[in-house]
């Protein structure tokens, strides 16, 4: 944990105006008579008078300093003060006065020094303490070396428990005490610390902030939450309120959070940070359209932040409003140049909108530019998301060499990425159709890792592409264990089996699954499977319960959508539900090639030839060598009379079949796409020659 202590504004030590400090000096020095007409001018009543001047006079350069900034004043403030203790050595006020101005102008040791004489001469004065504490607290944020910067620490912890001695009232001090704590990893005197100052000051809103990120940070949320709900029940504070939204945001309850910051902002509706706590809060609800007006109003306020930006642009994404996406997008960049979440953010706007050359040309350029500056901020996690990113761009363009030479290099960022990066080259590996390579490069990764759960999920899978189901199932078996992870090992075991076509097998497995499964989210992932075995079995009714309950607990699923309505449209019924299904699927994801291919297909259905064409080629140009969207659009083109047209996609899906995984291969859509060949050839035999002659 890392907390910006020199960054934080300056601890508050009660310090007196110059007036009543000029006068506390005065005061130092004992009172005299007033010296008769004869007394000599060295007189007690004159050395007062003297210190009086010499402290006025620092005083007033010490102001000066701190308006102007110039460093002669910060001189002459010393040197009158250095003067009045000349005639008056015991005076505290004095030297702090002095210390002060040290610290001030960055005369570090000095300050230190005279900070402890003011202690010597009036040690039960909180004053100097505080002075002194606020100096080790300045210097911690000109430390680099840890043994110096622990050796500050411990010094301003030592003052700011004598301050609580003197003062035990003293929050402030307080509060810097269990910062400190924290910074030293001492949770539990931070903790300890922070309660006694909810004994005495149950709304403090700094200690509830600290003790509320203490709790949290130790995994304690729910203790977080507790604390601040019973000080929101009494308080009507904003800042209660926002520090429990903060609360219930990591406990990721958006629900909650969104109820606690509403009420911050009604308490409080000029703070930008209630607002932006939940803006936030909408956006993972997924609330787009109110996220978007919390967000344009923190715009408005703030038009320099290139945050406020990148969220909008991320909203009118999911709104599939790209125009203003990119509108947004490039006010963000404008504003931050080189912020990576920002060009990650646009390439994600360019592959949304199918722009893939786009999107790679981004993430190169981000990597390039990290790559070429030894950029030391950018850490192995944020180059690996921009690698990750690009490689997968890379395999939406089928161009797997390049998505193969990504991960490669994405592997050279340290142990972590290596091991993500050996994952996803399995899977290019496997989605393009090298699933022996895929294989072999899991038995190498196994070799290193023996027993690794997830790479022994991907060996059986892999198997299961093959068709080789019993060896996947042998595998998968001795993965389950009698715990919460054979939810998660039975719902791959359903997959594997379906891919075989053990379709009974998967029926069983899917449902020990659903048994296993603790509610109704981690049951969608079963529901899926279980309609789509059904729908393999051509148990259509079932599967339709099946899809349903899926959607009944996550309407905007849109593989679900797209499944239910494709298998709608193939049996050609209910079609404009299918469409509707298909639809919505495709808001969540406008460039998706198998949501595309989906609603080319219902259209062809609905005989709207010209939309099915549109959306078909779309698809193909996302997914160029899948068979099933070039023949749906041979289809398409054969029933708008553009046989030569249709028969070329006909035969490059023939070909593409032929190069299709075994659990892939559907013999249904080659034996249909080889009969429409047939009746080409068929109607081309019996099709008169030029000259009116029959053909040979």
Known sequence: MILALGCIAPLALHAQDGQKDAQKAANATPQADAPAKDQVKSGPADKNADAYFNFTMGRTAEEEFELSGRADYATQAIDYYKKALEIDPQSSVVMERLAETYAKSQRVPEAIAEAQKAIQADPNNAEPHRLLARIYVRNLGDLSVNSAQKQTIDKAIEQFNEILRLDPKDSQSALWLARLYRFENNPEKAEQTLRDVLKTDPENDGALEQLSQLLTDQGRTSDAIELLSKAAANSSSATIYDLLGDAHYQAHDYAKA???????????PDEASHHKGLAQTLLAEEKFPEALKEYQKLADTDPESAENYLRLSQIYRHMSQFDKAESSIVKAKQLAPGNLEILYNEALLYDAEGRLDDSAHVLADAIAGISGQNDASASPNALGILYEELGRVYREKEDYTSAEHCYED???????????????????????????????????ALKQNPGDRGLLVTSAILLGEKNQTDDADKILMGLLDHTANDQEIYLDMAQVQERGRHYADAEKSAQRAEDLSDDDSEKVAVWFML????????????????????????????????????????????????????????????????????MGWVCYKQNKLTEAEEYLKKAADRSAHDPTVLGHLGDVYAKMGRTERATALWEKALAEWQHALPADYEQDQVNAIDQHLKNVNRKLAHKPNSDGSSPQ
């Open 258 to 268: 969104e109820e606690s910051y509403k009420e911050a902002v009604e308490l409080d």
């Open 531 to 598: 309609g789509a075995i059904y729908e393999r079995e051509k148990k259509f009714d079932q599967a339709e319960v099946e899809f349903k309950k899926a959607l009944g607990t996550d309407p905007s699923n849109g593989p679900v959508l797209n499944y239910y309505g494709y298998m709608l449209a193939d049996r050609g019924i209910r079609l404009d539900e299918a469409n509707g299904y298909i639809k919505k699927a495709l808001d969540e994801e406008p460039a998706n090639g198998a949501y595309l291919d989906s």
């Open 410 to 444: 994405m592997a050279k960022l340290g142990p972590d990425q290596a091991k993500r990066a050996q994952m996803l080259l399995i899977d290019t590996y496997r989605e393009s159709h090298n699933v022996d390579l895929a294989i072999s490069e899991t038995q190498k």
